[in-house]
């Protein structure tokens, strides 16, 4: 039989396509598990995935390489989708795309397979990677080529004498990594709706968090975090320690009205307490190591960069110009800031860098005052005159009264009074 590579996260849809694939379609099916933290399954994806029929079950812990070459970038650029969103989910698609691809050339598979659906975005996310880094692979989607109910899927596998015992699946969809947790469907499908506290599983509400909250230091090194109050941790220590902060004090939750790339509009609700305090401590060091201008265009490129992420072009050309302005911005960002955490709020409450442009004598009011004021005269004079000199030529004679100058000819309302 033909051998494939399945993406497996252990859950019933991919347990159910190791069936589906290796009856229906004769696949020799090797399931692939890309472990990027926090899976629900992890503890009995094994034994599901062979119980299904699968060949042989690969786990790979690829927790680290997809905070340090995946999310660490992403928060280095400042990339968070729609002001709002992290990319939790949309930054680990292109890491287990590679990965399937590896896996499917050094055990001479002809197909690869996933569990998304055709409404999606992480299909998207999965097929154009796979696509780009290897055109000769086949890709199987069964969940998008079926779509089958989860009932439906659960009798499938009895039928073909697969009984595992499902627990009763909540009426939400939810999708997790250790950089953060989506959740969508059931009652968040009403936009209206104040989301339900069984939404939520990584975060008290802010309201019942401690009253006191709590402060710590985050130390950074050219824009990647690198200890927590001095201690050096591993990126999987930082992130974990931040999750469990956060969300005992109610940091992370955003509730989102999201723009899917295939043009649907969807209510998410995402916890994402360590990517949420690391993106408040990481701008607050740019903001003493960036020059205005750095700041100015990174912002406009940021969120380019996180469109592309969000839109599964990981693998593009256009994304390793944007990493690479992004990676050289971070020469210099290399510091500590002080955040408190409290009641659902992150607050930068100091920030230092040896690299700082921030120069005390340069903004002090007080008697070591550098700044030679005599020069903002002459500064101000030239710095204006464009603005005058136009002024004069083009506008103050077409239209009596300063006041009326921003009032463009041919505007609504022109001419009344």
Known sequence: MPALVLAYSGGLDTTTAITWLTKERGYDVIALNVDVGMSREQDVLEERGLAAGAARVIVVDAREEFLRHFAFPALAAGAVYQDAYPLATALARPLMARLLVDAAREEGAVAVAHGCTG?????????????????????VAPAREQAMSREAEIDYLREHGVAIAWETKGSFSIDENIWGRSVEAGALEDPWAE????????TRAPADAPADGVELTISFERGAPVAIDGEALAPVAIVERLNELGGEHGVGRVDHIEDRLVGIKSREIYEAPAAVALHAAHRALETMTLSRSQLRLKRQLAAEYAELIYDGLWFSAHHQDIAAY????????????RLRLRQGAVTVTGRRAAASLYDRALATYDREDAFDQSSATGFIDIWGLQTRVQARRQLLDQMPGALHIASPAGAIGEGSP
Do not use: C, Y
């Open 195 to 202: 989301p339900p506290p069984s939404a939520f599983a990584w």
């Open 326 to 337: 992004m990676a050289s911005t971070q020469r210099h960002v290399s510091g500590e800031t």
């Open 119 to 139: 409404k999606g975005n992480d299909q998207v996310r999965f097929d154009v990677g796979i696509r780009t880094l290897d055109p000769a692979l086949a890709i």
